[in-house]
């Protein structure tokens, strides 16, 4: 079992940067991948960025591909998403997941966070 919590959304102006974190328990979280997902009022949860249990592999939606990046401190059972150039169609709520295994569908990851709200002003 794996228990996932994401910090360091917020507001911010277009072209700002933020820095989400997702926390998650468990001795074992160095074997597990790890996504970030978002969900815009009305719309699916869409897949964002994906990242292996070694780091060494990284997927992104092509939306965000050379301005956010994912990235793991398994020292830390800590995964980041450095987002920079934000743009106002960015604003969702963003998730993170994890699962045994890599991917960018909703349906890879069994292990859900509640979720953190990033909003871009105009």
């Known amino acids: 079992q794996v228990q996932l919590v994401e910090s360091g959304g917020g507001l911010v102006q277009a072209g700002g940067s933020l820095r989400l974190s997702c926390a998650a328990s468990?001795?074992?979280?160095?074997?597990?991948?790890m996504g970030w997902f978002r969900q815009a009022p009305g719309k699916a949860r869409e897949f964002v960025a994906a990242?292996?249990?070694?780091?060494?592999?990284?997927y992104y939606a092509d939306s965000v591909k050379g301005r956010f990046t994912i990235s793991r401190d398994n020292a830390k059972n800590t995964v980041y998403m450095q987002m920079n150039s934000l743009k106002p169609e960015d604003t969702a709520v963003y998730y993170c997941a994890a699962d045994r295994t890599i991917g960018v569908h909703t349906t890879s990851f069994d292990y859900w966070g509640q979720g953190t709200q990033v909003t871009v002003s105009s």
């Open positions: 990242i292996s249990w070694s780091g060494e592999i990284t």
């Open positions: 468990g001795r074992t979280f160095s074997m597990y991948a």
